[in-house]
């Protein structure tokens, strides 16, 4: 497959279509032969379809295979003390909420 991960794609996709056909499994051959089969069609079908995409690595330059300058993708995440400050305030909020209810709740009312 020339790369480790898109094998392991391929043997986890043979799996996958192995468990969802195996009902249609008569027995007439072994069925490891049955997997290697699959397998080998899920390689060749996976070979097809790379054949027309092309990879472009974010490291090397389109014209040399030397390493280039890395490409920085900024990342919009909350960073951890955003998290913890939107959790606590979470808390708060249904901390308020749930005593809010309560208090209705004794009293009788709907919340």
């Known amino acids: ?6 094998a392991e794609d391929v043997v986890q996709e ?21 997997l290697s089969r699959i ?9 097809r379809r790379k054949k027309h995409s092309r990879d ?13 300058f890395r490409h920085d993708i900024e990342d919009h995440s909350p960073n951890p003390e955003e998290l ?5 305030l979470q808390r708060i909020l249904f901390g308020a909420l749930n005593e809010i209810s ?10």
């Open 1 to 6: 497959m020339r790369s480790k991960e898109d």
């Open 14 to 34: 043979s799996f996958q279509l192995a468990f969802v056909h195996l009902q249609s499994f008569q027995g007439g051959s072994r069925f490891s032969t049955r």
């Open 39 to 47: 397998a080998i069609n899920a390689s060749l079908m996976k070979l």
């Open 56 to 68: 472009v690595s974010l490291d090397e330059s389109a014209e040399t295979a030397e390493l280039s």
């Open 84 to 88: 913890y400050a939107h959790k606590e």
């Open 102 to 111: 309560a208090r209705n709740a004794k009293s009788g009312q709907a919340a």
